[in-house]
């Protein structure tokens, strides 16, 4: 997968880092929607690459249904960054529908390894491999994402300097906190120490500390989120005060055998420092780099970034700047647009939510888990639908059901990589979002790709408005409101593989750590999981608001409708079978009573009603 990835950066100049890219149209047919030449023929069935892997066609009998809907998001907006490049301009919402929605003769590519290039590939191998340097997306001038004149600036200046407990000379810039952050630091103004993590690893004897050292005072020059602290200003707005560049303060500690690590994560609060190093060392034991962070400062796809630059800039390479500015500007310019998208799209929701909590003061401690696999069926020639579309029809269809309500909503986390920033997919920094999917039912007579339609057309429409937040969603009207009072969460993400340990990787010992936004707020999480061959499902839940048996039920219900949806089958809604093989089962043990000889239905109750006063 990652010669694929090299090869798409250099031979076709597309910047692509997500995985299970196979399970994807090929960057061929996706560049030849821009008009790109790619140097191969459009109608060949299948073409090798310089490094030795093959695009085909499949046969009938794959699938395209294991991947993940943030890839062809990703994608998408890697391709309009290049047209942009090239003069053109791109709708990333219309080129997804384009792709999911153009002829079925044009079938989504797997990939094969082949042990060596073919004759006619080697001929096509251009003489050099350049690779492409990427247009970098305008930075705002320092302060200028601050709302209100220079007084205003200055005012907030003097209250990061009180906060933060720095000199007014060492503020490099100020600009305003992402919802995620907002509610993030929200939670450690009452709780300090929340959200935090800290990750180590064995440090051998062939590494130098003081290059270490370096290497992570580059990394925190290029990426400034790592220079950055979070303050609430006077009217209780949270802001991103980023201090100027210079040497990270470094911890070290001498550890005796027995001794625990020490705690660099309590103390981080609303305006100390949220990225915190040390060194532990142990006698006669392998040295521990320590790194102790925020989630305020990353996110799950921004850790491998991060190691990443420590690691080129410890072995001597130069890093770009890639400052989080171009992202909160995005967010700015298109915070109107979203207000209006949020409250055209949740106008007249009037469902209830589920789970019902117990009580309005009920404390959430999602305690429990239940965990099942399916096998992922093979799909129609020419599926246009992804598998989060499915898989999220499938649980609207199944809660509507148990809840017995037509208009369905629960929320759902995006990484925030499709925002056509340049660059996104390398900027450090915290772009994951949560929000509402409402899906109404009301006509059962539906058919069932109406409803797929809608479903994958919702979620295109999403796309432009999914960084507004929960906290300001709801704030938009009652209908609004009740919508974000979701209690269900439900996440689809690729399975993570097993890596290989590598002595050779510097921070190969550091955990890739991808948690997700206030997951422990909700009482039902749903953890959906494709690996290409199963799909595995992981429900965390709170045994006080569903009962284990009742959610054990569901699961199979779901199960069983996405399996029916799977295929895509020409059908109404309501002829989706709604009896598990688990609830046939168990109606079968329940009238497997005795039978009365020439008695009537009432002489049964009766007779029941006698032994069982």
């Known amino acids: 997968a990652m010669k694929l990835v090299a090869t798409a950066r250099d031979r076709f100049k597309l910047s692509l880092s997500v995985p299970r890219m196979f399970r994807h149209p090929t960057i061929h047919q996706l560049a ?70 153009g002829s079925t003769s044009c079938k989504t590519p797997s990939v094969s390894s082949s042990s060596s290039s073919s004759s006619s590939s080697r001929k096509k191998k251009s003489a050099k491999v350049v690779s492409p340097v990427e247009a970098p997306a305008p930075v705002p001038v320092s302060f200028s994402l601050l709302d209100g004149g220079a007084d205003v600036v200055e005012k907030i200046r003097a209250q990061a300097v009180e906060q933060c407990k720095i000199l007014p000379e060492d503020i490099e810039d100020i600009y305003p906190a992402t919802a995620l952050q907002a509610g993030m630091m929200a939670l450690m103004a009452r709780t300090p120490g ?136 995005y967010l700015n310019e298109g915070k109107p647009a979203a207000q209006v998208f949020w409250t055209a799209h949740l106008d007249g929701f009037a469902g209830s939510v589920f789970p019902n909590l117990p009580s309005i003061n009920h404390h959430i401690q999602p305690t429990e888990r239940r965990t099942r696999s399916l096998a992922m069926p093979t799909a129609p020639p020419g599926s246009k639908y992804t598998m989060a579309t499915k898989i999220q029809a499938a649980w609207a269809v199944t809660v509507s059901r148990y809840a017995e309500a037509e208009d369905i909503v629960f929320g759902t986390v995006s990484t925030g990589r499709s925002a056509p920033v340049p660059s996104i997919d390398r900027i450090v920094g915290p772009t994951i979002t949560t929000v509402p999917v409402r899906i109404s039912l009301g006509n059962q007579a539906e058919r069932l790709t109406s409803l797929l339609q809608r479903v994958q057309e919702d979620g295109w429409n999403r796309m432009d408005h999914e960084h507004l937040g929960l906290q300001h969603i709801r704030r938009l009207g009652e209908a609004a409101a009740a919508a974000c009072s979701l209690q269900t969460l439900l ?56 009962d284990a048996v009742m959610l054990d039920r569901m699961l199979a219900h779901w199960e069983l409708v996405l399996d029916q949806i799977w295929s ?46």
């Not at 039978?595 to 009766?606: E, P, Q, R």
Request: hydrophobic share 40%; net charge negative.
């Open 194 to 329: 929340v959200y935090t993590t800290t990750l180590t690893c064995e440090l051998p004897e062939r590494v130098n500390l003081a290059r270490l050292h370096s290497a992570w005072d580059k990394a925190a020059e290029a990426h400034p989120i790592l220079r950055t602290r979070i303050i609430l200003t006077e009217n209780n707005t949270a802001v991103q005060v980023v201090q100027r560049a210079k040497e990270l303060p470094w911890d070290t500690y001498s550890l005796q055998d027995g001794d625990p690590l020490p705690d660099l994560t309590s103390n981080m609060t609303l305006g100390s420092t949220l990225l915190r190093l040390a060194e532990i060392h142990r006698q006669n034991q392998p040295r521990i780099l320590l790194v102790a962070i925020h989630h305020a400062l990353y996110d799950g796809w921004s850790m491998p970034l991060l190691k990443q630059a420590v690691e080129d800039v410890y072995h001597g390479q130069e890093l770009r700047p890639q400052p989080f500015t171009p992202f909160i500007n």
């Open 491 to 546: 996440v689809i993400q690729p399975r993570e593989q097993p890596r290989a340990k590598s002595s050779s990787t510097l921070l190969s010992g550091l955990q890739d750590v991808a948690e997700l936004e206030g997951v422990d707020t909700y009482p039902l999480m749903l953890v959906c999981e494709p690996d290409g061959v199963s799909l595995h499902l992981t429900a965390v839940f709170d045994p006080a608001v569903l």
């Open 32 to 101: 030849a929607i821009l008009g790109e030449a790619t140097g191969q023929s459009e109608s060949s069935a299948s073409s090798t690459t310089e490094e030795g892997f093959t695009f085909s066609t499949p046969d009938d009998s794959s699938t395209n249904d294991g991947v993940d809907g943030d890839f062809l998001q990703l994608a998408t907006a890697q391709l309009a960054q290049l047209a942009q490049e090239k003069g053109k301009k791109v709708d990333i919402a219309a080129l997804l529908k384009q792709l999911q929605g």
């Open 568 to 613: 895509e089958p020409d059908m109404a809604v309501t002829g989706l079978d709604g009896v598990s093989y688990s609830d046939e089962q168990t109606l079968v043990r329940w009238n497997a009573g005795e039978k009365i000889a020439g008695g009537c239905a009432h002489d049964a109750v009766y007779e029941w009603n006698v032994r069982t006063p």
